[in-house]
């Protein structure tokens, strides 16, 4: 099991300005920033970090909403990091999500969900490839 995540704080956290906020948390709960990023993913990019989705029928909504600003990348560590991230930000849909998790306080929507969190240890290290070489993460 890997001590590593890959988490992005989404668009529209950014635009209500809940970055530091939500960097905070992260750090209180222990997990330590290996690597981060503040970056704006084009379409394209967009469309490559969610091409798993590519035949589901929201697709191209998440495509435009992941491109329409800024995001923070980020990879944390902690002991059990994947399974201890995905508690601490809740259900995808906040009106489900558990009283003090990130997307219960920050997210409105199941589409504008404020974070993402790796599901699996395997896609925590693919999807921190997509935005982070070696030199930009501290070993």
């Known amino acids: 099991m890997s001590n590593r995540t890959f988490t992005m704080i989404k668009p529209d ?12 948390r992260f750090e209180k709960e222990g997990f330590k920033l290996v690597a981060l990023k503040l970056t704006k993913l084009s379409p394209e990019k967009a469309g490559e ?3 798993i989705h ?16 800024p995001i923070i990348a980020a990879i944390l560590e902690k002991e059990n990091a994947v399974t201890s991230f995905r508690e601490l930000i809740g259900a995808t849909n906040p009106v ?23 599901d699996s240890d395997e896609n925590a290290a693919i999807e921190g490839d997509f935005f982070f070489n070696a030199f930009e993460r501290v070993i």
């Open 13 to 24: 956290a950014m635009e209500k300005g809940y970055a530091g906020q939500i960097i905070d």
């Open 54 to 69: 590519k035949e589901r029928p929201f697709y191209n909504d998440l495509v435009a909403y992941m491109s329409r600003g």
């Open 49 to 51: 970090f969610y091409a």
């Open 96 to 118: 489900n999500a558990a009283e003090g998790t990130i997307r219960k306080e920050f997210a409105v929507s199941i589409e504008e969900n404020a974070v993402h969190g790796s």
